[in-house]
């Protein structure tokens, strides 16, 4: 069964048709990469796996998005679960105006854990799958700005696991990085792999071949095409897909 | 996964509860800010009439009506503002279109904002000591409007700037581009995008200008003169100041109430008023620019 | 023609940049004319400049504060040993005592002869403290004249007492005023903080844009209302409330004036805390909501903490209105001079001294200048706050 599935969604921002007709699943443990030109849809579409566009007014949603068999759309649903277990990377770092330790320590704070001991082992466990332990081991009481722009956003991908999702979206969460920090993000992105389910929004093609199993190309509120990445970058099937990877626009 | 659902539910009951006090509390506030205007408009609207805005104030200013004080709180209001709304508005220009950011820049920024700071009863004294007593002035129109202007200066400055700085620096650039001036670029360009904004600031400073007491207890304002002003050198009575003597210190302070409820509901009546004008400018140009 | 516009430009420029240093120059003249009167005020005796104060030639004693002489004039102090003299009870001898020790034959129809009559009384008196008006001493006069000390800063800023125009001394102490200011300041914000910053929150997070549309303009147009017509509402609508709910002697207290003032507080409250709670960037709400934090929690644990320097820039404006608020304090505290104990007693503000009491006092006299100088401590207190709110509302948030 698929991790995660939308099936036949369409969403309007007033009278914007955002997106159409869309449907797309995914298994645990891949990396999928959303690619397309900007404005095609691509963070709409990850926002609809945690219900981030239920913040923004006039929004209408159609069709089902489900999450390890369930429609999370339903009102049975739990949001602050749902969002529980499946973490969120923006495309800025954004961590929160605290120290770098209650920066990771929130996601469990705020869901009711109280555990001492299990909050310091899971920083600690979160930062290391971040990459970022040995550099902020000694100064965890420090603010979150005082980190290079790279560090916040490693710290903010720490800040996504430690509430242990199975899913991580990640909205071009290197798009204000430079090269080194952004090979950094890329290692640790193939890296989660084997226990998290990583959905990750680029418009950087190389990107996406280098870390994602399966790519989706978006065109205008569309799902283009759908494949494995390899056969996306080599034999695409659709022209519009072909254009877009040659680089003859967007 | 029971205990998740516990916490979810702790979640939803915590944030119930505080946003209901939220809510309760804003109500409270609401209710007694609305209550004050309330309170004044219906206790203030039987004394209003024809006769209590355009007669003197009679039997020791327990009858009779107003009219000396509301032509004494319109001469102040005027005087400030010619005063006040050109300097005001050229030091605005100064200070967004030509001054870069420096030293020089933030001294100004901070001096103005002091002065924004200053109690209303020091630019009394001050305003007693240079223009009534240095400069000869005397108890005067002149000396008041001056005080009062000073004291509206920082609003009109702070307000020209806002309104400046939200003109887009495409419109300077192109003008600029196209040959124009600097001078020609502000006149032509920014200030007709800025002026209904610029308009209002100005709008909303006579409303707080026409309420100002302390400023004027020492420059101009006196406690009964039953006549209208000659010249600028004349004493008026104004409305804040006649409210405060005749609900504190009047010759008959119970039998001068309906006149004290009067004079606080044409006060509030101003202040609504310079609001509601103020933000039918901005609508108005904001209608006209869209199309 | 080109030349000339360049003139003109120049021309212009210059208007803009004289303009723009009004304000500047305003604040300094505002700092020169109040403090060169304010400050003169310590080369100053608190008694008047035409009474003479005098003693026998033999007394030892030749300075005498002003606190002395009101102690004497009050039967406090009765022997010149408690002030450093003889051990000889004090004789005070003012006009009303002229009239009873000396004839009207002795003194002359018109007073004529009352100066040598005065004369030889302190010279023939030992004990005698002489305190009279300087027209009826001899030129030739055989006493010895007491210097009174000036008024010195720490007597102005520590006298618990304020009496400008007492009789025999002024009584110049400015405690209970700067106390009395900061009790009602106090008071106002431990009201007004809680429901603005509550107002704010709700404003700014939880209420939709059509109740937030109604509510803005109410709050703007309650900025607007004069402080008279508060301080109107206050004498007629708290100060019987607060007189009636505490079972008062008088409603006007500290209490009444913490009300009307915490109310006049909201509105910059308010309007400044509810800006800086809305320039919380989205991302930062989103990135505490996709980690599963309900609204509450990302209110309490982000948005207020990320606004937290701009909420105390709101505080301390507000404080800084409060301290100046003249009008409606003025007319709700009850304006009695004495070091506050409660808020359930009547005080006194600095700014409602100097409006009550500026239109009485004689131009350029020691309580005219008292007032000055209580216009300066004004200055400074609201000077300070204005650079701290300065300080914070310029302080980066990274
Ligand atoms: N909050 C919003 N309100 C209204 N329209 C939006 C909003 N966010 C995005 N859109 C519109 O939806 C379309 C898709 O946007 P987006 O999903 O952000 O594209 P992408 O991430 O691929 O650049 C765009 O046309 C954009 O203008
Ligand atoms: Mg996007």
């Not at chain 3, 102690?71 to 005592?97: A, H, M, P, V, Y």
Request: proline share 4%; aromatic share 10%.
């Amino acid at each position: 069964m698929a991790k995660l599935s939308a099936n036949k969604v369409n969403l309007f921002y007033g009278d914007n048709h955002a997106l159409k007709d869309v449907t797309l699943k995914m298994d645990a443990n891949t990396v999928t990469a959303f690619i397309g030109p900007s404005g095609c849809g691509k963070s709409t579409f990850l926002r609809l796996f945690n219900r981030m566009n239920d913040l923004i007014p006039h929004v209408r949603i159609e069709g089902d998005i489900v999450v390890d068999g369930e429609d999370i759309y339903s009102k049975e649903v739990s949001v602050d679960l749902l969002r529980k277990n499946i973490g969120m990377v923006f495309q800025k770092p954004n961590p929160f105006p605290k120290s770098i330790f209650e920066n990771v320590a929130y996601g469990m704070r705020v869901n009711g854990i109280r555990d001492k001991h299990y909050i310091n082992e899971r920083v600690e466990t979160s930062l290391k799958q971040a990459s970022l332990w040995t550099e902020v081991k000694d100064k965890l009481k420090k603010s979150a700005f005082e980190l290079s722009g790279g560090q916040q956003q490693r710290l903010c991908i720490a800040r996504a696991l430690a509430i242990e999702p199975s899913v991580v979206l990640m909205d071009e969460p290197t798009s204000a990085l430079d090269p080194l920090a952004t090979h950094k993000i890329e290692e640790l992105v193939f890296n989660l792999k084997a226990d998290y389910t990583i959905v990750i929004v680029t418009h950087n093609m190389q990107q996406a071949a280098r870390v994602s199993d399966k790519t989706a190309f978006f065109y205008l509120g569309e799902l283009i095409e759908y494949d494995d990445t390899n056969n996306i970058f080599t034999k695409p099937r659709e022209i519009t897909t072909q254009n877009y990877i040659t680089g003859r626009f967007g | 996964m029971d205990k998740a659902h516990k916490i979810i539910r702790q979640k939803k009951v915590s944030q119930g509860i505080a946003f209901s006090i939220f809510g309760i509390i804003t109500s409270i506030v609401v209710l007694i800010l609305c209550g004050i205007l309330y309170f004044i408009f219906v206790r203030g609207w039987p004394a209003m009439s024809w006769k209590f805005l355009t007669s003197m104030p009679t039997n020791g200013m327990t009858d009779g009506g107003i009219y000396p004080a509301i032509i004494g709180t319109f001469c102040l209001i005027g005087g400030s503002m010619l005063f006040a709304f050109p300097i005001g508005v050229l030091s605005g220009i100064y200070l967004n279109e030509y001054l870069l950011d420096g030293k020089l820049k933030s001294f100004i920024n901070m001096m103005t904002n002091n002065l924004a700071g200053v109690p209303s009863i020091v630019f009394g004294l001050f305003g007693m000591a240079l223009f009534v007593n240095k400069l000869k002035f005397g108890d005067s129109i002149l000396a008041g409007s001056l005080t009062l202007g000073l004291l509206a200066l920082p609003v009109i400055i702070r307000t020209t700037e806002e309104a400046l700085k939200s003109v887009d620096d495409a419109y300077r650039i192109a003008s600029l581009a196209l040959g124009a001036s600097k001078l020609q670029t502000v006149r032509k360009v920014v200030l007709p995008i800025a002026f209904p904004n610029i308009l209002t600031g100005l709008i909303l400073s006579v409303g707080r200008v026409s309420g100002e007491t302390a400023p004027i207890l020492f420059t101009v304002a006196a406690y009964f003169l039953p006549r209208l002003p000659h010249s600028i050198y004349d004493q008026v009575m104004a409305l804040p100041y006649h409210l405060y003597v005749i609900c504190t210190s009047g010759t008959d302070i119970v039998a001068s109430r309906k006149m004290a409820y009067g004079t606080a509901l044409v006060l509030i009546l101003i202040v609504l008023i310079s609001n509601i004008l103020a933000g039918i400018v901005r609508s108005y140009f904001t209608r006209k620019n869209k199309i | 023609m080109r030349r000339l516009r360049k003139i003109i430009e120049k021309i212009v420029e210059g208007v803009l940049a004289m303009s723009a240093a009004i304000t500047s120059i305003t604040v300094l003249l505002i700092i020169i004319f109040l403090f060169d009167e304010g400050l003169s005020i310590f080369s100053k005796k608190p008694v008047d400049d035409d009474t003479v104060i005098a003693v026998n030639s033999s007394n030892p004693v030749s300075k005498l504060t002003g606190l002395q002489i009101k102690d004497i004039f009050d039967q406090k102090i009765t022997n010149w040993k408690q002030i450093g003299g003889k051990n000889d009870s004090i004789k005070l001898f003012r006009l009303d005592e002229a009239g009873t020790t000396f004839t009207e034959q002795q003194m002359g129809s018109n007073f004529e002869r009352l100066a040598i009559c005065v004369d030889s009384y302190v010279v023939r008196t030992p004990g005698v403290l002489l305190y009279f008006s300087s027209k009826y001493i001899p030129k030739d006069f055989h006493g010895k004249r007491i210097e009174i000390a000036n008024i010195t800063p720490y007597s102005f800023l520590m006298g618990k007492q304020w009496f400008p125009t007492a009789q025999p001394v002024a009584q110049l102490g400015v405690l209970p005023l700067i106390l009395g200011t900061l009790w009602v300041t106090l008071g106002a914000i431990l009201f007004a903080l809680p429901f603005g910053l509550a107002t704010a929150i709700f404003m700014a997070e939880i209420a939709n844009h059509k109740v937030r549309n109604y509510l803005k303009p109410v709050v703007e147009l309650l900025a607007g209302i004069p402080s008279v017509v508060y301080g109107f509402f206050g004498l007629i609508v708290i100060v019987p409330a607060v007189q009636k709910i505490f079972n008062l002697p008088v409603g006007e207290s500290g209490l009444a004036g913490s009300i009307v003032l915490g109310i006049m507080a909201l509105p910059t409250i308010i309007t400044i805390s509810e800006d800086a709670l809305r320039t919380t960037p989205r991302a930062l709400k989103e990135a505490s909501l996709a980690l599963g934090a309900s609204h509450w929690q990302t209110i309490r644990r982000v948005i207020v903490p990320y606004a937290s320097s701009g909420i105390t820039a709101a505080i301390i404006l507000g404080i800084g209105r409060a301290i100046g608020e003249t009008m409606a304090v003025l007319m709700v505290t009850g304006n009695a001079a004495v070091i506050p104990h409660s808020y359930f007693e009547p005080l006194r503000t600095i700014p409602a001294t100097i409006a009550a009491e500026l239109g009485e006092a004689a131009y350029g006299g020691l309580h005219f200048k008292a007032l000055f100088a209580l216009g300066c401590i004004l200055f400074i207190m609201t000077f300070i706050i204005n650079l701290i709110f300065e300080f914070i509302a310029k302080k980066k948030k990274y």
